[in-house]
């Protein structure tokens, strides 16, 4: 019941935070800058905790170091581009605290998560798709047949138990929270934000 009630006040406190990312205000110039990726990046969560965040640069370089506990950095896995990403989207950005990075470093090592408590991960460009049941799969024609789903803004509960949140469904075409890797070690639950449905319009929930 406590998940169930955070989720429903994160999903109308934050859904007018996101209107403030657009992802074309974002530097127009060498996207492989830090300027660049230290703007683009560190807008993946409000500015209240974007703006003090330390930022993790495309190669793994720190370009900034943060006071708050919190760290943002691109979640694309591909090689990070020679010119940098073309957008704050293709980019994939997050920013995590300590607990989240711990989750961030398990899935990208394919090791089981260990955190002490369950924790958030801001999104708020959104991700250039992902298959909702599998960790890994970087092209919608390897997908699970109806489960890519290229997300807008959103913010993500990561629990320390995945058990937590066997009450919720894995259908991300209702717009509501809903389970990303129902069933494995990186279970999360997805939280839509504003614009959610704006890189794949055909899972939008109908009227």
């Not at 859904?15 to 830090?34: E, G, R, Y």
């Not at 920013?95 to 961030?104: F, Q, R, T, V, Y």
């Not at 959103?154 to 990303?180: C, I, Q, W």
Request: with cysteine; proline share 8%; hydrophobic share 35%.
């Amino acid at each position: 019941m406590f998940i169930r009630t955070l989720v429903t006040f994160f999903s109308l406190l934050l859904s007018s935070v996101v209107m403030t990312n657009d992802d074309s205000k974002s530097p127009p110039d060498d996207h492989a800058s830090n300027a660049w990726q230290i703007e683009a990046y560190s807008s993946a969560a409000p500015d209240f905790i974007g703006k003090f965040a330390s930022v993790i640069g495309g190669n793994g370089e720190v370009l900034r170091k943060g006071t708050n506990g919190w760290t943002c950095m691109s979640l694309n896995p591909r090689p990070f581009p020679k010119v940098g990403w073309k957008s704050p989207h293709d980019a994939m950005p997050a920013c995590a605290d300590s607990e989240g990075l711990k989750w961030i470093k398990a899935a990208m090592s394919g090791e089981k998560p260990s955190m002490k408590r369950d924790t958030f991960i801001w999104m708020l460009h959104g991700d250039v798709g992902e298959d909702n049941t599998k960790m890994g799969v970087l092209n919608k024609r390897d997908a699970t047949p109806g489960q890519w789903i290229e997300s807008g803004p959103h913010l993500m509960l990561m629990p320390k138990d995945t058990a937590t949140l066997n009450g919720f469904h894995a259908d991300f075409s209702r717009g509501e929270p809903y389970v990303m890797m129902p069933g494995s070690d990186y279970a999360h639950l997805m939280i839509p934000l504003g614009d959610y449905y704006k890189y794949q319009k055909e899972s939008e929930p109908a009227d």
